[in-house]
């Protein structure tokens, strides 16, 4: 097969809408792999967040971790690769989002800690990642006490479309700010991307540019499909995405196992 390292994104992309991941998608992993291709998740969660999700797909290649913050090898847990956020910067940016009333998840110490406990915005985020919060009944941007990975903001659709332009607007060029889902908005270091973490790992598995593809669907993306040579944008990501290059191809929505209809398609050709 042309494809080397498979490079996937995980909610919205790799899970379907109930977030679970398929016997297909599984069964298409596991034959690329077999077939020689290293297989890669690539996401803005955590390394515990992802070990099961690596566990299941038995992979072969370390994961792209924190919408690219760090690469680790989830055998043994260690990063191979890490971009934390400034700590000053983290507790600037924290401490706007308090004042603008936003929600936030601070990733510190291999997990993450949350002001308070919300029933709104905490527990569907545990729901999501499989990993509890550490609350601290307090302000993030008191709270820091080393570098973050990433800050996390949680809100409304609607309120997140209208934080991330003011925040973009105040720390857009010491950090990259976006979104993750419509209610999501990642904050990491300016030279934080997951292009950048993949393009570490592919050196560091000895791949050739010309055999990498990557798999997503949100803007934290975008990037990764920038610099991948197949890139393949699934079907239910937004238009923005979609349109954002002419080389982007199209791979089926989630809800299809869009991933491992193209990987199936790969393999037999």
């Given at each position: 097969?042309?494809?080397?390292?498979?490079?996937?994104?995980?909610?919205?992309?790799?899970?379907?809408?109930?977030?679970?991941?398929?016997?297909?998608?599984?069964?298409?992993?596991?034959?690329?792999?077999?077939?020689?291709?290293?297989?890669?998740?690539?996401?803005?969660?955590?390394?515990?967040?992802?070990?099961?999700?690596?566990?299941?797909?038995?992979?072969?290649?370390?994961?792209?971790?924190?919408?690219?913050?760090?690469?680790?090898?989830?055998?043994?847990?260690?990063?191979?690769?890490?971009?934390?956020?400034?700590?000053?910067?983290?507790?600037?940016?924290?401490?706007?989002?308090?004042?603008m009333g936003l929600y936030l998840h601070a990733f510190v110490h291999g997990s993450y800690i949350a002001p308070y406990y919300s029933d709104a915005l905490t527990r569907p985020y545990e729901e999501l990642?499989?990993?509890?919060?550490?609350?601290?009944?307090?302000?993030?941007?008191?709270?820091?006490?080393?570098?973050?990975?990433?800050?996390?903001?949680?809100?409304?659709?609607?309120?997140?479309?209208?934080?991330?332009?003011?925040?973009?607007?105040?720390?857009?060029?010491?950090?990259?700010?976006?979104?993750?889902?419509?209610?999501?908005?990642?904050?990491?270091?300016?030279?934080?991307?997951?292009?950048?973490?993949?393009?570490?790992?592919?050196?560091?598995?000895n791949v050739q540019k010309n055999e990498t593809c990557a798999f997503g669907d949100g803007q934290n993306d975008l990037d990764m499909l920038l610099w991948a040579e197949y890139p393949y944008v699934m079907?239910?990501?937004?238009?923005?995405?979609?349109?954002?290059?002419?080389?982007?191809?199209?791979?089926?929505?989630?809800?299809?196992?869009?991933?491992?209809?193209?990987?199936?398609?790969?393999?037999?050709?």
């Amino acid at each position: 097969m042309r494809y080397r390292m498979i490079a996937a994104d995980i909610d919205g992309t790799l899970l379907n809408p109930e977030r679970e991941l398929t016997q297909t998608t599984m069964d298409a992993a596991r034959a690329c792999m077999r077939a020689g291709a290293y297989f890669v998740l690539s996401s803005g969660r955590m390394p515990p967040a992802l070990r099961p999700i690596a566990d299941a797909l038995q992979v072969n290649a370390p994961a792209v971790c924190y919408n690219g913050g760090a690469v680790v090898d989830m055998a043994s847990g260690k990063a191979l690769f890490s971009t934390p956020l400034d700590i000053e910067l983290a507790r600037r940016i924290a401490k706007r989002c308090e004042e603008m009333g936003l929600y936030l998840h601070a990733f510190v110490h291999g997990s993450y800690i949350a002001p308070y406990y919300s029933d709104a915005l905490t527990r569907p985020y545990e729901e999501l990642c499989g990993v509890k919060a550490t609350v601290i009944n307090g302000k993030i941007s008191e709270h820091l006490d080393e570098a973050p990975m990433k800050l996390l903001v949680l809100d409304t659709p609607e309120g997140a479309a209208r934080a991330l332009p003011i925040l973009k607007a105040e720390f857009g060029e010491a950090a990259n700010l976006m979104h993750s889902q419509k209610h999501m908005i990642e904050c990491v270091g300016k030279t934080t991307s997951k292009a950048r973490a993949l393009e570490f790992l592919r050196k560091y598995l000895n791949v050739q540019k010309n055999e990498t593809c990557a798999f997503g669907d949100g803007q934290n993306d975008l990037d990764m499909l920038l610099w991948a040579e197949y890139p393949y944008v699934m079907d239910n990501a937004p238009e923005s995405v979609k349109t954002a290059s002419a080389r982007f191809l199209h791979a089926p929505s989630n809800a299809q196992d869009g991933v491992a209809a193209i990987l199936v398609k790969e393999l037999n050709a």
